[in-house]
């Protein structure tokens, strides 16, 4: 009996179609050859459910769905190594659009992209960071996956009408602020 094989392989240097990588409005990232879909990736599922980290011209993604863990590497062609990593990380930027993507390059490196986009949050934040984001003293622009909510169209207003009729909720709410400064503090 033959053991399955573990990877699929798709490669494009012998067919007619090039594989090609598209972020679809729902979320989705669609990976396709010609006509056909080799792999879809929901790229809005929260950040314990899916995983991307980039290597070079390599971008490994692991996603558990439906309590099945499964991993895909991409590997980047171009006319050298060179643009084959300029290719994936262009592809990078596209994806922090909507999630965090690790980047297992040189350190140099990843700093100084830091440095040129200090506003745009990938990776972990502190606490702090994040409360002086929530009480205006700070701007930050999140990726698209933290603006996700599991409220169903329409859900919020409903809501919203309960807390402002509760008579508590006003002071709900300074609590809160005082909590948010508290751990600025910290």
Request: glycine fraction near 6%.
């Amino acid at each position: 009996m033959k053991a399955q094989p573990r990877w699929k392989i798709f490669e494009d240097k012998n067919s007619r179609s090039k594989i090609l990588l598209t972020i679809l409005g729902s979320g989705h990232l669609l990976v396709t050859r010609g006509h056909e879909s080799l792999e879809t990736i929901p790229l809005l599922t929260g950040c314990d459910s899916l995983k991307v980290q980039q290597k070079s011209d390599n971008l490994m993604f692991q996603m558990t769905v439906k309590g099945v863990s499964r991993m895909l590497r991409m590997q980047f062609d171009g006319k050298d190594r060179v643009e084959a990593v300029s290719e994936c990380s262009s592809a990078v930027e596209q994806l922090k659009k909507y999630l965090s993507v690790t980047t297992l390059d040189d350190p140099a490196r990843i700093r100084q992209e830091k440095s040129v986009e200090p506003d745009v949050t990938q990776g972990s934040l502190s606490i702090g960071h994040l409360a002086k984001h929530f009480l205006g003293e700070a701007s930050l622009s999140l990726p698209q996956m933290c603006s996700h909510t599991v409220l169903a169209e329409g859900g919020l207003e409903p809501v919203l009408r309960l807390c402002l009729l509760d008579p508590s909720f006003p002071g709900f709410v300074e609590k809160v602020e005082a909590q948010l400064q508290k751990m600025i503090e910290e």
